[in-house]
């Protein structure tokens, strides 16, 4: 246990000594502000002016919740367009072992390699949780502030808003140790971003949208990781138009498939790569 904690140590002392973290969190922070902020703007001027919605073209706006459903969409833009953050700095910790030569040292200080990748694993979960809390405190504070500049409810005397962010904030987390998974599987530094920034932001967005036109790839889009973080959280963009609500996993469902994920992707890079000599 002692050996835990001092490799668990180690690898906060790693992150904390560097700007990766602060500086992803910063970012972050504006990207979801100001998309939360700017759609429940554009959202509450099309719940107060529904006549300038549908002048716009034969079922314009039709697809945009009004009242008490607004906000849960507004407020899910923090784990919905926010999750690549966490992932990238999972996966940056992990890939930055390898490029900077860092796991020589780390494994003659800690020989034992499963128990050095647990304890990033948990390092990781830690910061990615986190990053949820500072993500959906902006979208909720960006989000409320425009919602209620609109006259429309918040839902910040809600307790489900605040089960919501609960989830939203495990969800981050995880998806913080699909990063640390996928960087110690592939461990050039390059091809993770690529990969994460290829697959959260274009791939996956088009097979979620292209499998909803046919029932059977519904089933299988469902298990896709941005969907089971959607159904973990119980609010995603994506669901804006009702296509896909129903066939939503459940939010323990899409938790355990968002783990699973991790888990795979982890114990795949520890066999492939991390029980590799490195000089």
Do not use: C
Not at 50 to 71: H, I, K, W
Not at 74 to 82: D, E, P, Q, S
Not at 227 to 236: E, I, K, Q, R, T
Request: proline fraction near 4%; glycine fraction near 14%.
């Amino acid at each position: 246990m002692s050996t835990l904690l001092r490799a668990i140590g180690s690898e906060f002392l790693k992150l904390l000594t560097t700007r990766m973290w602060w500086v992803l969190a910063l970012v972050m922070t504006g990207y979801v502000a100001i998309a939360a902020g700017g759609l429940g703007a554009a959202f509450g001027y099309l719940s107060e002016h529904p006549d300038a919605a549908r002048s716009n073209g034969p079922g314009a706006g039709g697809g945009v919740p009004t009242g008490s459903g607004l906000e849960v969409l507004i407020y899910g833009f923090a784990t919905t367009v926010g999750y690549v953050f966490p992932v990238l700095l999972g996966a940056l910790a992990a890939t930055g072992e390898f490029r900077h030569a860092t796991l020589t040292p780390t494994f003659l200080a800690t020989p034992r390699r499963g128990l050095v990748l647990l304890a990033k694993v948990k390092v990781l979960v830690v910061f990615g949780a986190v990053f949820g809390v500072i993500a959906w405190a902006a979208t909720i504070a960006a989000g409320a502030a425009t919602l209620g500049a609109a006259g429309l409810p918040t839902g910040l005397d809600s307790s489900d808003t605040w089960a919501l962010a609960g989830r939203g904030i495990l969800a981050m987390a995880l998806w913080a140790s699909i990063g640390v998974g996928l960087g110690t599987l592939v461990t050039s530094q390059v091809a993770t971003i690529v990969i994460v920034l290829a697959f959260t932001q274009f791939v996956e967005p088009l097979l979620r949208l292209a499998a909803g036109f046919i029932p059977a790839t519904a089933d299988i889009a469902r298990f896709l990781p941005g969907a089971a973080s959607d159904a973990l959280v119980g609010a995603s963009f994506f669901t804006i138009n009702g296509s896909t609500q129903a066939d939503a996993l459940d939010w323990w469902a899409g938790g355990l498939v968002l783990l699973g994920y991790a888990v795979v992707l982890t114990v795949l890079g520890y066999l492939v790569s991390w029980r590799r000599d490195v000089s």
